[in-house]
């Protein structure tokens, strides 16, 4: 697997790529925005590392003009900006997952292994998190073994859900992804439709995450 880390601060960069290519990536690295964005848009890039203060392009602009180009490479924003508000914002820009600094190796190297199995479950046709399985082909869901019967609805936002296992995903990007322009403006459908998958699944399945949206735990 190829992972691009886009960083100007070296000692972070070396850092990553040192414990990346210990685990078996093939690492490549990137100290501007513009340089990152052209790597990134390269196929064989599997996931993408990046900061959000770069200079000749900022990692937002980055972000927004890779979704363009490759909507679906993985992201995972590392920053040391920790306000709700930029973590939101970068969440609705495209953004997989968003750490702050100062962070541990350990729960990054996750956040990748987390992002590259749900990039490898966007082809399966059954979706497994946990206790709780989802056949895209047969519409069926499974959850403790037991057949669980959803609506054309709940079924796309678990299936949203399964496809992004332990990442925050907003009522944006859920209204986006599930109703599309199907839903009134301030409308609390997203609350509503979780609500009713907490009760036919297990209530511990998804996780309010205050002020970002909603995670399925894996």
């Known amino acids: ?42 196929d064989e890039v599997d996931l993408v590392i990046l900061d959000l203060m ?18 679906d490479v993985p992201v995972i924003v590392l920053t040391a900006k920790d306000a709700i ?13 968003y750490l702050t600094k100062p962070f541990s190796f350990a729960e990054l190297l996750a956040r990748v292994h987390a992002r590259l199995r749900s990039r490898e ?14 056949d ?11 057949d669980v019967s959803l609506t054309a609805r709940e079924f796309a936002l ?12 907003s009522q944006v990007q859920l209204m986006d992804r599930v109703w599309g322009y199907d839903f009134e403006p301030g409308s609390n459908v997203v609350e509503v439709y979780v609500g009713y998958l907490r009760r036919k699944l297990r209530a511990d399945v998804i996780e309010t ?7 399925f735990r894996d």
Request: glycine fraction near 10%.
């Open 1 to 42: 697997m190829n992972v691009l880390i886009v960083e100007d601060e070296d000692r972070i960069a070396a850092f990553v790529e040192r414990g990346l290519k210990a685990e078996g990536f093939t690492v490549q690295r990137a100290a501007d925005g513009p340089t990152g964005l052209a790597l990134a848009s390269q």
């Open 121 to 134: 479950q966007a082809t399966s046709t059954v979706l497994e998190v946990g206790d709780v399985e989802l």
């Open 54 to 71: 770069l200079p000749g392009l900022s990692g937002e602009q980055v972000l927004e003009r890779l979704r363009g180009k490759r909507p």
């Open 158 to 169: 678990l299936e949203t859900f399964l496809r992004h296992p332990g990442q925050v995903l």
């Open 85 to 97: 508000e930029d973590r939101v914002r970068n969440l609705n820009a495209g953004a997989d997952d």
């Open 209 to 215: 995450v205050r002020g970002a949206g909603y995670r």
């Open 136 to 146: 895209v082909r047969s519409r069926t869901a499974r959850i403790d073994d037991r």
